[in-house]
């Protein structure tokens, strides 16, 4: 059982990236999902987050408008699209997946916004 997370690297100010959130072992259609961050010397914070049914999403002010949350249940797999990225977006960006009575974490994806 465990969560991937993919498609982090290196971008310019302004630029794109989609980060991936895999989950195996676990059917990810029946968890909620959030997406995290934490950059250095700050406390982890939530980026957006995605309801079981997909019919309800969250994003934090920051990220509001340039961010997009998304599930496709088939591919086992949640996204999180990030457009207009800025410098103060780069951290390691981690996806959490919570049911009633169970919660996985996976190990991260560093973004780095930078010239």
């Known amino acids: 059982v465990q969560l991937v997370e993919s498609g982090g690297g290196l971008v310019q100010p302004g630029g794109s990236l989609r980060l991936s959130c895999t989950a195996s072992?676990?059917?990810?259609?029946?968890?909620?999902i959030t997406w995290y961050r934490q950059a250095p010397g700050k406390e982890r914070e939530l980026v957006a987050a995605?309801?079981?049914?997909?019919?309800?999403?969250n994003y934090a002010d920051s990220v509001k408008g340039r961010f997009t949350i998304s599930r496709d249940n088939a591919k086992n797999t949640v996204y999180l699209e990030m457009n207009s990225l800025k410098p103060e977006d780069t951290a390691v960006y981690y996806c959490n997946a919570r049911s009633l009575n169970m919660q996985y974490w996976g190990q991260g994806t560093q973004v780095t916004v930078s010239s």
């Open positions: 072992g676990f059917t990810v259609s029946r968890y909620a």
């Open positions: 995605v309801s079981s049914a997909g019919s309800s999403t």
